[in-house]
Structure formats: C-alpha cells, structure tokens
C-alpha cells in the first residue's frame, strides 16, 4: 500500500506540476512539499501542522482528505517529544531496552561463573607453578671485607630452598636468612626454589671479598 508521500507525488507528477508550481500556488514552501512527498516529518514543526498541510496538499491535488488523513494516523503517531515518528517508534528505547531482568540475570551469572574459572585458573598455576623467589640483600655484585655474607629473601613456604646445593630450612612464612663463607676474591651464590612438582625458581648473586 502507498504511502501518503508516494500518494502527493504521484499525484503532483500526474497534473505535471512541479514543486515550485505547488509552492507558489498553496503558499505552502517548497522544502516541507518535499519533506512530505518523502514521508519526512522531522522536516515539520508539529503534528497540527504535518496535518494542515497534508489536508492543503491533498485538496489542491483533488486527493480525498478523509482518506488520506486516515492513512497519515494510520501510519504515524506524534511521540512524547512532539515529534512525528512512524507508529510503533514511540518509545523505541523502552521498546528495545536491553537492560531486562533476563538480561541482567545473564549477566550476574556470567560473572560469577569468568571470577570462578579464574580462582581455579590461579590456585592451578600456584600449584604446578615455579615458586616466587626473592633476594632481599645483598645485590647481585656486592663488596665486603667480612670473611661471610648474609644472604636474607623469602620464597614460597611450601618450597624446597638450596643455596650452592646445599639444603636450607626455612622460617615460619618461607622467610630465609642464613651467612655463606666467600672464599678468593669472589664467590658464586645460587638459591633456588623448587616446588613439590619440580618446578624451580633460581637466583645467582656474586659476592666479591676485598
């Protein structure tokens, strides 16, 4: 079925008129005669006046006006704004809202499932992967004129520590602290962390004596 802009056009067309022939004669611009051959009523100030000048058209081009009127309420609505949109558009926010109950329950689901696949993720890597190490003194190249060095850090305390492949114990937490003799004018000091799956962690440090 015809629109009612396709209903004026082909009328106007039919009588070869053009729009500036129409303009002149119902005093009606040419810029909203063409907004309403396109079915374009944003063009248009408000409902009252979409009307009035679909009525003014379409008597001027012999179009019955009750029939026409009857397809413009047929086929659009003035919205809560004041602004003609196609009926069934009057409130397409709320129409097509994707914040629904539904979907909000969706999604709290999906969190909740992404935050325990990640809790499991992490426990997993803690349990197969290498465990932290850290030296907190000396740094790596230190000098002294002390005959041994403390070496304090801490590592995982579930870790098997070994300094120069020598077997340490460790303090309540993993916290380590022991002194390893230098021996010439600089030493080697290699810790390393192995957990209960093999997975091992190492540091090297060199220690020069002066």
């Known amino acids: 079925m015809k ?27 040419s810029q909203y005669l063409m907004a309403l051959e396109a079915d374009d009523y944003s063009q248009l100030p408000n409902n009252p006046v979409a009307r009035g000048f679909i009525k003014n058209y379409a008597q001027f081009l012999n179009i019955n006006v009750d029939q026409i009127l009857a397809i413009f309420r047929r086929d659009f609505v003035e919205n809560t704004d004041g602004k003609i949109v196609p009926r069934g558009f009057e409130n397409p926010l709320e129409e097509f809202s994707f914040w629904t109950p539904k979907t909000t329950t969706i999604m709290i689901v999906i969190c909740l499932l992404t935050l325990f696949a990640s809790y499991l993720i992490y426990q997993y890597q803690i349990l197969v992967g290498a ?13 002294t004129d002390q005959d041994t060095v403390e070496i304090v850090g801490a590592t995982d305390p579930e870790a098997i520590l070994s300094v120069n492949n020598q077997l340490v114990a460790l303090d309540k937490g993993g916290t380590f602290r022991f002194r390893v003799p230098l021996t010439g004018e600089s030493t080697t000091v290699t810790i390393v962390a192995a957990s209960k799956y093999g997975k091992t962690r190492s540091q090297t440090l060199t220690v020069y004596h002066e």
């Open 3 to 29: 629109s009612i802009g396709q209903l004026l056009q082909a009328s106007r067309i039919a009588k070869k008129l053009d729009i500036a022939d129409v303009a002149r004669i119902t005093k009606i611009r």
């Open 131 to 143: 465990p932290n190490l850290t030296i907190m003194r000396p740094v790596d190249k230190y000098k």
